[in-house]
Structures are given as C-alpha cells and as structure tokens.
C-alpha cells in the first residue's frame, strides 16, 4: 500500500545509552521513557513511537523563527538520505560515539535520533541545557548545539571532535572564541523542511582567510536563484519538490553560496536595501546583550533602521550604545538605526528564538 512504510531495522553498531536495541526494542524504550521518564526522555520516546508507526512520513513542527509555526510531513525516506549524506560530508562512519544534547521536539533531535539508528552510531543524551558538557567526561566524536549552548560550553569544548551549529547567527564574539579550539566546529544552513541541513561552513578554519566564508553543500544537493536573488533548493533524496526560499544568498559555484539575509527582513529605506542581518554582524562588535534591527514606517523615508537591544531602559545606556555604534568602522551611514529601544524582555519562539515581530508588536506603539 502506498501509505505503508518498511522501516529498516537499526544498523548492528547502533547503541542508545551504551545498549543496542532492535526495532521492535526499541518500541519498548519508548514506552518505558513515555511513561518513566524525564521530559526531554518522553520525548524521546514519543519521537520513536511515531517513527516506528507503518507510515511513510512523519509530522513535525516547524520552529517558527521565521513565521508562523505549522505541522509538515516529512517522508522517513528523506530522512535516512539527509543522515547518510550527513555522514558522507562531516566523515561519520558506523560506531561514531555522539551526544544528543538538543530537544527531540524539533527537527535536529529527531535527526541525530535517525543517524544513530541508521548510520549505526553510539549516541549517548543528556537533558538539553545551556551548558551540556558540564557533567561529562567522555570524548564525543560529533555531537549539536545552538550557539547559546556553544558560547557556554568553551572550557569543555575538547570533549567533542566535530560539532554542528545551527538555530541562529553565530556572533563575532563567539567566533573569536572558538577560533583557536581544537574542536572542528561547523555553521550549518538548513530547515524543518529539509530535514536540517543542507550545506555547512567551518567556523574555525586552520587557514585564516579574509574573505568571507561560504556554505557548502552536502552531496545530491543543487541550488539556484530565483528572481528575488533568494535560494532555491533542488535535492530529490530528500525532497519531492523544490523548496524556493527567502534567504538571498550569492552563489559562488555549484557547490558553494554565500548567505546575506533574508528577503522578507530587507528595510528599503530612502531607496537605499539594508539587510539586517549584515548590519547586526557589525553592530556584533560594540554590543553585548541580545539585539536585532528592524524597520518601522517613517514619512521621509518610507522605511527607517531601528535597533532592539535585550536591557533594562536609561537615557545613559542608550547615549552610550550611540556612541559605541557611531564608532564602529566599516559601518555605513545609512546601516546607523534613527532610533533605538531598549526591551526587559524579548519575546521568543517556542524553542527559544528571538521573534522579531511579537516583540516589535508587544513592545512598541
């Protein structure tokens, strides 16, 4: 039947937890986690119930950072191929040891779940937190992270050979501070919709380039541009149609892009495009507290540049945030936000992104 799925029994060198488990073991574990375990455990468990159900997709969430949140499905198939191509780029052959360290509500937990099962690899979990390597004491082959559990995880960063970064910028900051680990630690580009990534790019090269570095994607995957400039995604092993996306990037080769912002994040103000993505990789160097940049309606210019810092409000910390900004080279006029509002607390995404929007609704008038 066409909704019937034979799912494909766990590779031999599989361990979960240090224990190989069959498929039908499996279901076992998760029961047992639904019904006795932690949160981050029951969803665990519930992931694997639902992959395991004789069904060709999966449904899950999209994490709303760049829009509303929706339920999609995502073929099992896809998800194998994104996992084997996956190990073909980063070099993750069968007994890689991995820590899962991420939620497996979304889409890179579920991920690190099917590799494991289907690349055979020895993945350990942790409850997610801002610090995962803290109790640990084993050295992990490869593991994932957001960047805010990268910037707490400095100390202990020899722990994991190669890592994965994804669910947000990466700050000049935290840049600098990795640029000397050991640690193979990579910036990945992807969504719910392609099973998480598609291309990445090395964050702490050994060879220092001035240039800025590019994505590359993993194997079976094309890309295009549309009208816009935005990125288009061609990969049959892991999608049925093309995904036309609003991130414009400028494609260097067949193989490699550089990212700059999002469409539908472009302020045109005065007739001049600002993309508030590059602006805050600047504004990175001056401020240390959560921020972003974004428009507001202005009747000179149509569109005018404001900035939302994460602090609390005083006529102090905003003629000093001026002043530092009004310092930073490299920064042209027009990138310098007309106005600037300091927020106690920005509103997030479920998973724990910035939600521009909400907090630009919420907070201004």
Known sequence: MPNKYKIPETHPEFRLNKRHFTNSELKQVAYSFIKEGEPYEQSIGSFLLDWFKPTTYIEVHTSGSTGTPKKIR????????????????????????????LPADYIAGKMMLVRAMFLGWDLDTVPPSSNPLDNLFKVYDFSAMTPFQLDNSIARLHLVKKLIIGGGAVSPRLKKMIKDVDTK????????????????????????????RAFKILPNIHIAQDERGCLVIKAPNILDEEIVTNDVVEILTYKKFIWKGRY??????????????????????????????????????????????????SEETINELQENINSIKGLDKYEKPKKIYLIEKFEETPNGKIHRENTLKSKVS
């Open 264 to 313: 539908d994040n472009i302020i045109n103000s005065g007739g001049i495009k600002l993309f508030p993505e590059q602006i805050e990789k600047k504004l990175n160097k001056v401020l240390d507290h959560r921020f972003f940049v974004t428009s507001m309606p202005d009747d000179a210019l149509g569109e005018k540049l404001v900035l939302f810092v994460e602090d609390d409000f």
């Open 74 to 101: 995502l073929k099992k198939e896809h998800m194998v191929n994104s996992a084997l191509a996956t190990s073909r780029f980063f070099d993750l052959p069968a007994s890689t040891t991995a820590l899962m360290c």
């Open 185 to 212: 630690i990579f910036e990945t580009y992807g969504m719910t919709e392609t099973s998480s990534h598609i291309a990445a790019k090395r964050l702490n090269p050994q060879k220092k380039k001035n240039s800025q």
